[in-house]
């Protein structure tokens, strides 16, 4: 019995206890010093601050009067300056998470929330590993302006910029930043006055492998140019659908993941990256024409892609380019999203002559004047590759597309099913009932991709 209520837990080192302790939300963390002396500094050493506001907001908490909104804000505050400045500062801080909710307690008192900056200012040393800072508003509020100390952290490992609502979160790197330890890098809705900003900071990340950027509408509104330069860069993603018009430039050679969603853009160009494996590229502009990027010049810097997801939303191509598109000699994989022309298809299918897999995905072609003509000759990937094309539309399919489906069937050499999601596209199921096989192929009817009827 003695041996069963042994304290166990309290007789571990100090090192595991503070490593247990930093999976909590510091508040919580902090609570454990009451259960003996031996607990009192122990949360303390764990090095990380992990911490939230939503108690302290009325729009989460309905039951809270204004007078209890601005008690428990200030008790909060307090809490962090104690942490950060007072007798039970933790230190170093090595890992810094805040999700920050403003509340009207905050419009009142504290407009330009000098605290925050401050908190950020204070963390912001060679010490920390980790940083995630995330803001949110539903009213008008001034912009948050980062300290250049952030950028200047040597060890830093994870950094993550966020504003929930709107465009709350501002910097400028004026001199190169010093994250020569910076891997992720992730920023929503921030915004920032100089082109040479993304320069400057990505040239101080020496070891950067993932970079997410979502700018929000009012981001960037002045910047013409946007420049991705970095040798070490494996993972990009933008995510953008409105707002901005801007030309992009891509220099990674080390690129494997592209995400690319950008419905504005005026021009994107992006040099080879030999170790390149999947791109998205999801995009609106008014692509070869009128002075605009390159059809050409666009697919150049993609070509090494192994799969391959492309979008155009409301974009020309002109046809002289598509002719001339570069080889994409490892494409295995091909899914065509939102396309205004049929020639497209034809053109990119024709310069690959190793796909196997083949998807259209739902309303994947914008209604309007289509025209649809059997490339010639047959592309070399139907003869001796291309081995399943999947069709998801829930809208049904144009006679032009229906004739593009037909003609995949009869000259797949080596295709061995067809999907055709859902089951009630009734023209097109009939069609290919109709139609006699090439090499057996096998087609299935389902309202899911896994299932159906077959043939």
């Known amino acids: 019995m003695m041996d069963e209520e042994q304290d166990r837990i309290s007789n571990l080192s100090d090192d595991v206890l503070a490593h247990i302790l930093s999976f909590l939300e510091l508040r919580d963390a902090f609570k454990t010093m009451i259960l003996s002396k031996r607990w009192e500094k122990v949360w303390t050493l764990t090095h990380s601050i992990n911490l939230n506001n939503k108690s302290c907001v009325r729009r989460f908490d309905q039951r809270l009067s204004l007078d209890k909104e601005i008690r428990r804000r200030t008790t909060f505050i307090n809490f962090i300056n104690g942490v950060l400045f007072g007798d039970n500062m933790i230190f170093p801080v090595k890992a810094f998470t805040l999700s920050y909710y403003f509340g009207y307690a905050d419009f009142i008192r504290h407009r330009h929330s000098p605290y925050l900056i401050k908190w950020v200012d204070a963390v912001s040393t060679n010490d920390l590993e980790k940083f995630d800072f995330s803001i949110s508003i539903d009213c008008t509020f ?46 929503v809705k921030v915004r920032f006055e100089e082109e040479n900003t993304l320069k400057n900071l990505l040239s101080g990340c020496p070891v950067l492998e993932e970079l997410y950027m979502e700018p929000g509408d009012t981001g960037f509104k002045s910047i013409p140019h946007f420049y991705f330069i970095s040798p070490s860069l494996k993972i990009l993603r933008w995510k953008r659908e409105e707002g901005f ?21 005026l021009g994107f160009s992006m040099s080879v990256s030999p170790s ?5 590229m999801d995009i609106g502009s008014s692509l070869g024409h009128h002075g605009h990027v390159s059809v050409k010049k666009l697919f150049q810097g993609i070509s090494n892609a192994q799969k391959l997801e492309w979008s155009t939303h409301h974009t020309f191509m002109a046809k002289v380019e598509l002719d001339n598109l570069p080889e994409f000699c490892n494409l295995t994989h091909l899914k065509i999203g939102s396309c205004q022309d049929l020639y497209f298809v034809s053109s990119i299918i024709q310069h690959s002559p190793h796909l196997k897999h083949l998807i259209f995905d739902k309303d994947h072609f914008i209604s309007g004047p289509m025209t649809w003509s059997p490339p010639v000759p047959v592309p070399p990937c139907l003869v001796s590759h291309l081995e399943t094309v999947e069709i998801i539309a829930p809208e049904g399919q144009t006679s032009y597309e229906i004739e593009l489906i037909l003609y995949l069937l009869h000259k797949g050499k080596v295709l061995k099913k067809m999907i055709v999601t859902p089951f009630s596209c009734m023209d097109l199921r009939r069609k290919l009932w109709e139609s006699p096989n090439a090499g057996g192929c096998k087609i299935v009817f389902s309202d899911f991709p896994a299932g159906g009827t077959s043939r």
Not at 166 to 185: G, H
Not at 253 to 261: A, D, G, N, R
Not at 276 to 280: D, E, F, G
């Open 245 to 265: 018009r801007g030309y992009f430039v891509v220099k990674a050679p080390k690129l494997e993941h592209l995400h690319f969603v950008e419905h504005s853009m």
């Open 276 to 280: 390149l494996v999947s791109v998205v």
């Open 142 to 187: 001034p912009v948050l302006n980062m300290p250049p100390t952030l950028f200047q952290c040597q060890n830093l490992v994870t950094l993550s910029l966020e504003s929930i609502n709107r465009v709350l979160i501002c910097f400028d790197v004026l001199e190169t930043a010093c994250l020569l330890s910076l891997k992720y890098l992730r920023l």
